[in-house]
């Protein structure tokens, strides 16, 4: 049996990703326009609201289920989003970029790093990004208490901006709770070197001093 080729994709031209966008942001108009003028009893259920709001693709905050019925415009809005034939490699990693923000906004800290990942994964060019792209991971990282891996993000993040005061602070942070104290010590003196009267870093670098000194003895 013949293996049957798959019809090739073609990307959107400019005017088509218009024209979706544009249809889009009418749908959406129409259907904010109809909310306030149904009657309740037209309404939603108030047991089902929610839910029903999920149903369309602005509003949606989890993926479509295998086999869930889709809003014809939901493909388009994620054509438009996250489609690397339709967006730059700039375009693309901000996209993920967000969702990796919103999901740390909201405590999300596992698909935050999986946003980011994304993110890096597109390799966009542009150094102050993919700086910014690291150290979130980074902040993703440590707080689900991945020490290592968030110290490996800072100092991806500080290969490419050696100055980067936050990277800086959370990779001495790393160095404490992964007890590499002198290594600590040392990115607090890189922070102290532009912000002498840091007194967090002041006090990260003697409780490191002493851990060391504790560590010797022990």
Known sequence: MENEEKPVK??????????????LDRELDEFIEKLPRRKYDEGWPEDRWEE?????????????KPGQELHPL????????YDPDENEPEELATS??????????HKNYRLAVVAYTEAIKVKCGKPEIEAT????????????KNYRSSLMDCESALKINPDYDKALSR???????????IKAVDYCDKILE????????????????????????G
Do not use: V, W
């Open 133 to 144: 792209l690291f150290n979130n991971r980074a902040a993703s990282h440590y707080f689900l």
């Open 52 to 64: 029903e709001m999920e149903k369309h693709p602005f509003f949606m905050t989890q993926a479509p």
């Open 74 to 81: 939901y493909e388009g809005l994620q054509q438009l989003k």
């Open 171 to 181: 990779a001495a942070n790393c160095c404490f709770h992964l007890k590499q104290y």
């Open 194 to 217: 532009k912000q002498k009267d840091n007194k967090e870093i002041l006090e990260l670098r003697q409780n490191s001093i002493n851990a060391a000194k504790l560590k010797e003895r």
């Open 10 to 23: 073609k990307p959107m031209t400019h005017e088509e990703r218009l024209e979706l966008a544009d249809k």
């Open 96 to 105: 993920y970029k967000e969702d990796g923000n919103f999901n740390f906004k």
